[in-house]
């Protein structure tokens, strides 16, 4: 059975930096796609930032891109995000997802098998 387990989240004031970390356990011998996706109070999931098993594919929603980078250490089967100028929009749980399909949508959380349970992220104004 797969596991996927998130850490890293709190308050931080607008202008500051977290970073999250994903770790998926289980069957750790397939190869996962792995990503990000926030969801805000009152608000649908929506993506985030993805990582392809190589690391040289990123994907990032274009509220984000510039701020936030991806990473994937395929050796511990964890990924980080390394979030940025945090604005007080950011706020929201974040949510790490994996799948080891051969190919995935990336922006959309339907396909995602395997999800995180969550880790708040304040960003106060």
């Known amino acids: 059975q797969v596991q996927v387990t998130e850490s890293g989240g709190g308050l931080v004031q607008a202008g500051g930096s977290l970073r999250l970390s994903c770790a998926v356990s289980?069957?750790?011998?397939?190869?996962?796609?792995m990503a990000w996706f926030r969801q805000a109070s009152g608000k649908e999931r929506e993506f985030v930032a993805g990582v392809g098993w190589t690391a040289t594919a990123t994907y990032y929603s274009d509220s984000v891109k510039g701020r936030f980078t991806i990473s994937r250490d395929n050796a511990e089967n964890t990924a980080s995000l390394q979030m940025n100028s945090l604005k007080p929009e950011d706020t929201a749980v974040y949510y790490c997802?994996?799948?080891?399909?051969?190919?995935?949508?990336?922006?959309?959380?339907?396909?995602?098998?395997?999800w995180g349970q969550g880790t708040q992220v304040t960003v106060s104004a």
């Open positions: 289980g069957r750790t011998s397939r190869r996962y796609h």
């Open positions: 997802a994996a799948d080891d399909a051969n190919w995935i949508n990336y922006y959309s959380s339907v396909p995602w098998q395997h």
